[in-house]
Nanobody, 121 residues
Framework: QVQLVESGGGLVQPGGSLRLSCAASGSIFSIRTMRWYRQAPGKERELVATITSGGTINYADSVKGRFTISRDNAKNTVSLQMNSLKPEDTAVYYC???????????????WGKGTLVTVSS
């Protein structure tokens, strides 16, 4: 019983910035890996950025240098700072987290319902 809720989506002009946040709540012992995915209309869902519990970060080539992923372990949140936004960044952005619900639990993936980012003039 873990819930992920994204926030921060909206309409922004090309070149603008937006910050997405995702809050995890429920039965959480620890969160191993947190990720941001996105899915544009008519396209497949793609992995945007990953951050592990140890702080290891990876980005998709398409966003590297423009997006920054971060997490606050005390608050069970992950954020995605998006700068220099392009029309092709338009998509529904989804938060994903691999969560250990108890000390003896294996990690289980949970998903948020998504937040829409529209980059358009």
């Amino acid at each position: 019983q873990v819930q992920l809720v994204e926030s921060g989506g909206g309409l922004v002009q090309p070149g603008g910035s937006l910050r997405l946040s995702c809050a995890a709540s429920g039965s959480i012992f620890s969160i191993r890996t947190m990720r941001w995915y996105r899915q544009a209309p008519g396209k497949e869902r793609e992995l945007v950025a990953t951050i592990t519990s140890g702080g290891t970060i990876n980005y998709a080539d398409s966003v590297k240098g423009r997006f920054t992923i971060s997490r606050d372990n005390a608050k069970n949140t992950v954020s995605l700072q998006m700068n220099s936004l392009k029309p092709e960044d338009t998509a529904v952005y989804y938060c994903n987290a691999n969560v250990r619900e108890t000390m003896m639990s294996s990690g289980i993936d949970y998903w948020g319902k998504g937040t829409l980012v529209t980059v358009s003039s």
